[in-house]
């Protein structure tokens, strides 16, 4: 894989994600862009390098995660979303031999199906860590359960902006420079 | 015979062990450097955040019930509201020194020897995922901006403080209806009344719920009703902020479990999530010769 093409897409998906994911907000639920490259990349790339970027993803995404820590105290916690990229992109691997890869809605599809792996373990990790007895971490902004149902929609909304995103992306293959261990024809495949 | 693992493999499997043991690390291990890191991580993305941040605005202008005045009448409506928050911030410093000391100080511009120049910071991000949480000032330590500074919108209506998190160029602010900013005491007037005393004016503890309003009880017997104005008297926040509009009651209701008080709904006029931008009010200390504050 280019590595330099993927900091390029990682830095547009993390301006997106940090502030232009706003402008498309409903009712304060926002798409997750760095989910639907993730996805791509765990469609798309050999096994080792889709969880590397994944884990390189998800460590971004932390580090621009700014938690409250009792009043006025901010922590960034290493952990939640770049485990949770991680295994995400691991369910990813598991089903992209049953597939098709470079379809559009496909990549939406599985952006529902990763931005949901991903949450379970993020809002885990959130959980646990909001039980440590240095004061309390606020994570979610009302309830537990309001900040579960709040982030399976953003799921969802993930993966149906996953289709047009999803099909420019597709379009950028080349780009990527994805090495395969087959030769490329009809029916690419990658393990 | 087992294959080796590949040295991608193995510096993988390292990377996932060390990112779990971080995970759980206890909040004082990780503080210090993290946030110097996170620093690090989010510079090359402060040009782009202000760019973002500007078509953003431009695409999704916030709902301010006087936008659509003419200039001229936001300019007055402005003054109004900030002329009238400070009188009233006259009025608490004026109650609070005769309680103490029983002297009188000069009602106009009370901020006892504390000056406050007020600067636009644009909000640049916020945190991914969440639906609201700390925002992203383009303000920081270079503007005079250090932790404590409060952050409102059209001059009199608080949005919150800044955190401990302040950097050269930018800073953190942490919204008034963020549950992490904790409880905020007011002072609740009539919006209709401009002339009432706020030393007979109800008073009452706030807490955010995380839904852009914040709750809190009063007494069944105190004459409040909706659409009165709930004005910041605490003096844990700055003095600048003091007088400050916090919101509006939106409703009351009983409490179930004691009749003898109220439940209000208090909304802010403006919400942290929908703002582009944000005023902060520097406070400079002004000292006498002797060294001493005036």
């Known amino acids: 894989m280019s590595w330099a093409f993927f900091a390029i897409c990682a830095l547009i998906a993390m301006v997106f994600e940090v502030g232009l994911v706003d402008t498309v907000h409903i009712l304060h639920i926002k798409p997750s862009v760095c989910a639907i490259l993730a996805t791509f990349i765990a469609l798309s790339a050999p096994r080792i390098t889709a969880l590397w970027a994944c884990l390189i993803l998800g460590l971004l995404l932390d580090l621009s995660t700014d938690l409250s820590v009792g009043i006025a105290r901010t922590l960034h916690l290493i952990g939640p979303h770049t485990l949770g990229y991680v295994f995400a992109c691991y369910i990813v691997l598991q089903m992209r031999s049953t597939v098709f890869r470079r379809r559009a809605l496909t990549i939406g599809a599985m952006t529902l199906l990763f931005a949901f792996s991903a949450m379970v373990i993020t809002v885990t990790l959130y959980i646990v860590r909001s039980w440590y007895p240095e004061g309390p971490l606020y994570w979610a902004e009302t309830s537990t359960f309001n900040e579960i149902m709040r982030r399976f929609f953003s799921a969802i909304y993930s993966g149906i902006m996953g289709v047009p995103i999803g099909w420019v992306l597709a379009r950028s293959l080349p780009l990527w420079q994805f090495q395969t261990n087959l030769i490329r024809g009809r029916g690419v495949a990658w393990r | 015979m087992a294959r080796k693992m590949s040295p991608s493999k193995q510096a993988f499997a390292l990377a996932l062990c060390v990112t779990a043991m971080l995970a759980v690390l206890p909040n004082r291990w990780l503080q210090p450097w993290t946030t110097d890191l996170a620093g690090i991580v989010n510079l090359p993305l402060t040009p782009f955040e202000d760019a973002g941040g500007r078509i953003k605005a431009w695409l999704r202008p916030i709902d301010d019930p006087i936008a659509g005045e003419t200039e001229q009448v936001q300019k007055l409506i402005e003054d109004r509201d900030e002329t009238l928050a400070l009188y009233r911030a006259a009025q608490l410093k004026i109650d609070l020194l005769q309680e103490e000391i029983g002297q009188l100080q000069d009602a106009v511009r009370f901020h006892r020897g504390v000056t406050v120049t007020p600067i636009i910071a644009q909000v640049t991000g916020r945190s991914p995922g969440r639906a609201g949480g700390l925002l992203r000032l383009k303000a920081g330590t270079r503007e005079g901006v250090v932790p404590g500074t409060v952050a409102v919108y059209r001059g009199v209506h608080i949005i919150g403080r800044i955190t401990d998190d302040v950097g050269r160029l930018g800073s953190k602010l942490l919204p008034m209806t963020d549950r992490a900013s904790g409880w905020v005491a007011g002072i609740v007037l009539s919006a209709d009344d401009v002339a009432a005393s706020v030393a007979d004016a109800p008073h009452v503890d706030l807490y955010p719920q995380g839904d852009g309003t ?29 007088g400050m509009m916090i919101g509006e009651i939106e409703s009351i209701s009983t409490k179930d479990d004691d009749p003898l008080r109220n439940l209000v709904v208090v909304r802010p006029h403006y919400l942290a999530a929908d703002l582009n931008s944000v005023t902060l009010k520097i406070e400079q200390i002004e000292l006498t010769q002797g060294g001493g504050e005036k």
């Open chain 2, 214 to 242: 914040l709750t809190g009880e009063i007494e069944r017997a105190r004459d409040v009703h909706k659409g009165d104005v709930v004005q910041l008297s605490d003096y844990s926040w700055p003095d600048a902020a003091q």
